[in-house]
């Protein structure tokens, strides 16, 4: 009896596992048979459409825009600064006062001069008066030196009396001239005296910074209290009449990029363009050549000094150029190029010889305007091959 028992035990797991193994390969089957079949589906591939159109070859940049005219107000002298007229964004005119230096020394040392000018002047009256004496007694005393010189010779007069006489005229014809040197030193005096005013006075001009023209005031970089000293520079003022896009043109580009070629750049909601006004002769020390875009007065009222602005140097435009986004060029290991194309529902590569880039788009040689090429990242081509079936996707 357990005999049996035990052959309808293993009766029953055997079926079991028949049974299992039955329902598992059916499932497997299923799966399998619901799988794509390699190379029977069409790969999808998103393509785009060769055109013809301009191609513009052009290096991007960043340019800065600045005023036409920018004045770093510093002092000539070295004095504490006393007064700050002017905040920055304000507008100042031409001449106008923007800052006071304390010029007390220097008013101290006018003062003192105009003092021994009106001394001096005090003394050339007083030499005047005394001039004015000397000269009458001089008249009298030469008249009488020459009345007693004609009596002594007539035997009428002592002869010791009249050299007396003409002794008096000499000495007094020599205080006269004495006095008549005095005043022409007083005179030399004063004018030297007014040089030296004239000197300290233009130096206290120095001790009222004006603005050298109309324009707005960009930085204030001294408040009072501070101390000035030539070189320092205290207030930035630009002359926003005008604006330019200055940028920086690496030597590498030199060679194409040149005064006279067409710049574009973004102003407001459109694409503007001006000249390349100027280039600079010299590099910087960073082997770079600074360019200048007078900017037209239409558009100056868009930008803000200071701002940066993405600028493209048109070097060249070409018409009729097949036109392809970038996308869809491929570099070889051996640097050549060439794209997808898709003919007949096939991948077929194809080697281009590329022209320029403008933008997203390749200019190129290889293929006509209407076919499609695969446009695609960097990492989908490794999934591409020649002659693979492919459903071309926009």
């Known amino acids: 009896m357990k005999r049996f028992l035990r052959g309808v035990v293993f009766l029953l797991v055997v079926g079991a596992l028949v049974a299992g193994a039955v329902l598992l390969v059916r499932h497997r089957k299923r799966v399998l048979g619901a799988a794509p079949r390699f190379g029977l589906e069409p790969r999808p591939v998103t393509v785009a459409v060769a055109g013809k159109g301009e191609l513009v070859l052009a290096r991007q940049y960043l340019a800065r825009v600045e005023a036409i005219r920018e004045a770093k107000v510093s002092a000539r002298v070295t004095a504490v600064v006393k007064e700050v007229r002017v905040d920055e964004g304000d507008t100042v005119e031409a001449g106008g006062p923007v800052a006071i230096l304390d010029a007390d020394e220097v008013r101290m040392q006018v003062a003192g001069l105009d003092a021994r000018i009106e001394e001096a002047r005090a003394d050339l009256a007083g030499n005047a008066a005394t001039l004015q004496g000397l000269e009458s007694s001089h008249a009298f005393w030469r008249a009488e030196a020459e009345r007693h010189r004609q009596l002594a010779e007539e035997e009428a007069f002592s002869k010791a009396e009249a050299e007396r006489t003409a002794a008096r005229a000499a000495e007094v014809k020599g205080n006269l001239e004495a006095a008549r040197q005095r005043a022409r030193a007083i005179g030399h005096r004063i004018e030297s005296l007014r040089v030296q005013k004239n000197e300290v006075g233009t130096r206290l001009g120095y001790y009222t910074l004006r603005s050298p023209y109309t324009g707005v005031v960009a930085a204030r970089l001294a408040d009072p209290g501070d101390l000035a000293t030539p070189g320092k520079v205290l207030l930035v003022i630009e002359d926003r009449t005008g604006l330019r896009l200055a940028f920086d043109v690496p030597q590498d580009d030199l060679p194409e990029v040149r005064q006279g070629l067409e710049v574009t750049f973004p102003a407001g909601n459109r694409t ?123």
């Open 272 to 394: 503007q363009s001006a000249l390349l006004t100027v280039m600079h002769p010299a590099l910087n020390r960073a082997r770079m050549m600074r360019a200048e875009v007078l900017l037209p007065a239409a558009v100056q009222g868009v930008f803000s000094s200071g701002a940066t602005v993405s600028i493209s140097v048109v070097l060249r435009r070409e018409e009729g150029v097949t036109l392809v986004p970038r996308s869809s060029l491929i570099e070889s290991p051996a640097g050549e190029n060439h794209v997808f194309v898709v003919k007949a529902g096939r991948l077929e590569a194809r080697p281009v010889r590329v022209i320029g880039y403008s933008g997203g788009r390749a200019g190129l040689e290889g293929v006509e305007a209407g076919e499609r090429v695969v446009r695609n990242t960097f990492l989908g081509w490794a999934r591409l091959s020649s002659g693979e079936k492919v459903e071309a996707v926009k």
